[in-house]
């Protein structure tokens, strides 16, 4: 048992590494003699500078990939991957019922319609089952997210979408370094993507990167993020509608000297998870991440499985003790289900004219709650812990420690 639990001795005030300040980031010289050489180029846009450029070359190369593309934000890039594939109008996209709503957006924003698979409730994720639950014959594409970095049957939802021949797409953002049965995520469909936002495993503030073997929807994904302009052809023009999604000089500076220390950040977070897994071994009523054996959870947070009639009052009360120990944590993660916000809830669109909702089937907006059992049971026993490189073994040692003694606590006083 964790030394010092149960109250044997005085803890003392606990100031954790955050992913929101330099102290759980590793910003530092690397990326200011980078972004510094920028400035001193002249040249800030990618369309005519080198950072961005090299950048998008080493992620492909990392990747195994053909091709890369970076753009301005993991919404820009999930935009992108719908407009490269290019659904009509009033289409259906299956995906998650928790994520964030920057994956859902730009569903919207391309006239197709988001349909919600189910997750399994203690991985949090959508599977192939729910998913084929899901699938018409107005499906144009699958999204899957390997929620908190965690990479569970994506390579059987890539084999459901190559079997009913639908576009795969891979939101990657939480799981840089995940690898379902050694293949990494973001390899496994037929557009992959990432983010760069402040919180994830390497942070530009705001940024995101796509992935591709496919030639065609290369092209399309790099013209979109240029206004449909190809600055690769002898004759550019603006072919159709596409916005400015380029990522500038200076944030693809800062993306390149990153990328040289994601492998480190990615074996801290799985080493640090591997010591909290121990220390949460016989603390009755909560449980770390459930993993496949054969696969990498990368370990963008840690989530916690509670049980509230081992644990009274569940997430919540948990989260409340442990913040009075100065851990904080997330109860539910996200405060409801995707489709229980007021976008779906109320199709609020463009103007008054809850466009493209209009062109929807009925059982593509159907929210009912018996249709999403696992999603309700995720969220009523979730509890997310913080998570960053900068943790040490001994930040986790006092988490565990004070996890153990917020359930003791909650147990008492049952």
Not at 54 to 60: I, S
């Amino acid at each position: 048992m964790v030394q010092g639990i149960q109250g044997r001795r005085e803890l003392g005030d606990l100031v954790l590494p955050s992913d929101q300040t330099a102290s759980g980031r590793t910003l530092g010289d690397t990326e200011i003699e980078a972004v510094s050489e920028a400035i001193r180029s002249g040249t800030l846009t990618s369309t005519k500078g080198s950072f961005v450029k090299a950048f998008e070359r080493a992620y492909a190369e990392r990747l195994g990939m053909e091709y890369a593309s970076a753009c301005s934000s993991g919404t820009a890039a999930m935009h992108t991957a719908m407009a490269a594939l290019d659904p009509e109008p009033g289409q259906e996209v299956i995906t998650t019922s928790i994520t964030d709503m920057g994956a859902l957006s730009p569903i919207l924003y391309q006239g197709a319609i988001p349909v919600f698979a189910d997750v399994d409730p203690r991985t949090y994720t959508v599977t192939a089952e729910t998913i084929a639950e899901r699938i018409t014959d107005r499906t144009a594409a699958i999204v899957s997210t390997p929620l908190f970095g965690n990479p569970v049957g994506t390579a059987e939802i890539a084999a459901l979408a190559a079997e009913r021949s639908i576009p795969f797409v891979e939101d990657c953002s939480q799981a840089f370094g995940a690898a379902d049965h050694g293949r990494l995520v973001g390899t496994f469909g037929d557009i992959g993507f990432l983010s760069l936002q402040q919180g994830k495993h390497i942070t530009t503030g705001e940024g995101g990167v796509l992935v591709t073997d496919d030639d065609a929807l290369a092209t399309r994904i790099r013209t979109f993020i240029n206004k449909a302009w190809d600055y690769e052809s002898p004759t550019p023009d603006h072919t159709y509608l596409a916005l400015n999604y380029r990522m500038s000089e200076l944030v693809g500076a800062v993306a390149l000297a990153q990328l040289a220390k994601l492998d480190d950040s990615v074996r801290i977070r799985i080493e640090n998870a591997r010591i909290l897994d121990e220390l949460l071994e016989d603390v009755p009523g909560v449980e770390g991440p459930k993993v496949v054996r054969e696969n990498i959870h990368s370990y963008w947070r840690y989530p916690l499985h509670v049980d509230g009639d081992e644990v009274p009052g569940g997430p919540d009360a948990l989260a409340s003790a442990l913040g009075d120990l100065g851990v904080a944590a997330a109860p539910r993660y996200i405060k409801k289900p995707a489709f229980a916000c007021g976008v779906f809830q109320d199709q609020r669109t463009f103007g008054s004219s809850r466009w493209p909702f209009t062109l929807a089937d009925p059982s593509a907006v159907d929210y009912s709650r018996d249709r999403y059992s696992g999603t309700w049971q995720a969220l009523a026993s979730v509890l997310v812990l913080p998570w960053n490189e900068r943790y040490t073994a001994d930040d986790v040692h006092a988490i565990g420690e004070r996890i153990h003694m917020a359930v003791d606590g909650l147990r008492a006083g049952r």
